[in-house]
């Protein structure tokens, strides 16, 4: 049987929090388009518990979830990776590995949730706001027609989905 689905791959530095959001928002929005993971440069190794309001509401169960390092990903035998969207400036700078397939890529920083202190209230509405910002561009980047995906301005689309800002840009 053939999966016709395309692989993202969702990266951030320790891959506890942002990334491991934007995993489970494809994963659950994303239908059978679409196979969402995520990874880091230097993983921390579990997944920060503020993503787990985050993840339930989306029906899926945190334990599903692991902080991994991208070098999964590039390793033989990983699935071929057609999309890599960075969601941390940390990531975005740094050396990345040799993606085979030359997948398409994108930032798409979001503030780090994780790095915010004082009440577990305000930690729990950075998580919020960290989560609605991945989840208007993976909704933007859902609603993409197929056409957009492909060819030499596939890249400028998905960058101009990672510069919206959910509070005044709606568009794609």
Do not use: Y
Not at 39 to 44: D, E, I, L, R, V
Not at 58 to 85: H, N, Q, V, Y
Not at 109 to 119: E, I, L, M, T
Not at 150 to 157: F, I, L, Q, T
Request: aromatic content about 8%; some cysteine; hydrophobic content about 40%.
């Amino acid at each position: 049987m053939n999966d016709a689905r395309r692989n993202v791959l969702f990266l951030c530095t320790g891959n506890s929090a942002r990334s491991v959001m934007a995993e489970g928002l494809l994963r659950s929005l994303g239908g059978d388009r679409f196979r969402s993971h995520s990874a880091g440069s230097f993983p921390t190794g579990r997944v920060n518990p503020g993503a787990f309001p985050v993840l339930r509401a989306l029906g899926l169960d945190p334990a599903d979830f692991r902080s991994k390092s991208w070098d999964e990903f590039a390793a033989p035998g990983a699935p071929p990776i057609d999309f890599i969207f960075t969601v941390c400036d940390n990531a975005a700078g740094e050396v990345c590995p040799v993606w085979p397939g030359h997948p398409v890529t994108a930032h798409w920083g979001v503030p780090d949730p994780a790095a915010v202190s004082g009440s577990e209230a305000e930690v729990a509405e950075a998580f919020g706001q960290a989560a609605r910002r991945l989840r208007d561009r993976v909704e933007a980047f859902l609603a993409l027609p197929p056409e957009d995906l492909e060819g030499p301005d596939a890249k400028a689309v998905l960058d101009r989905i990672g510069r919206r800002d959910p509070n005044r840009d709606m568009s794609p």
